[in-house]
């Protein structure tokens, strides 16, 4: 049985774990190491997760019966009544058995009982993962090619859900 459980600032430093287990699998195929490296220490250091914090998302562990094994990423009324899913990742031997589709479909019940009418996300545009949010009835809106500094830039879709 999967398990939601919103994460404690103390508990940031599981979330930084995590995505250093998950990531370079993840992105393997898609960053250089350097940009990888890069971009967990820009988003997953304590400091810019207690930042992220601090401005309001929140932070959603997911647990099997015994193991921390994905987590997300979350934030009410980034523009009135939307909410953003910021991050969402699994171990890679928790994906494909519907948790991560278990994990949004929490976080639509969250944003919901918080009055938002839309959920908005950002996939790069080599992600496999974008197939699975068209799937969920996400829509692609737009692309971004955003710099994030040190000669990288996430190339992007944003995908948006009706609540």
């Known amino acids: 049985m ?5 994460a404690a600032k103390d508990q940031l430093t599981l979330v930084h774990k995590l995505a250093y287990r998950i990531w370079p ?5 898609i960053l250089s190491d350097a940009q990888m490296a890069y971009m967990l220490d820009w988003m997953y250091s304590l ?4 930042k992220q914090m601090e401005e309001g998302c929140y932070f959603l562990l ?25 991050k969402i990742y699994l171990l890679p031997s928790s ?14 019940k969250r944003a919901k009982e918080n009055d938002q009418d839309t ?14 949010y068209a799937k969920l009835g996400f829509h692609i809106i737009r692309e971004e ?13 944003v995908m ?4």
């Open 47 to 50: 400091p810019s997760l207690q």
């Open 119 to 132: 959920l908005q996300l950002n996939v790069n545009r080599s992600n496999k993962a974008a197939l699975v």
């Open 95 to 108: 994906q494909g058995k519907g948790i991560g589709k278990q994990m949004i479909l929490e976080i639509i």
């Open 25 to 29: 699998s993840t992105f393997k195929d």
């Open 145 to 157: 090619d955003n710099d994030i500094g040190h000669g990288y830039f996430m190339n992007d879709y």
């Open 62 to 86: 997911a647990k099997d019966d015994n193991n921390l094994i994905g987590y997300a990423s979350y934030q009410f009324n980034v523009k009135e009544k939307m909410t953003r899913l910021h």
């Open 2 to 6: 999967i398990t939601f459980i919103e």
């Open 160 to 163: 948006e859900l009706n609540l």
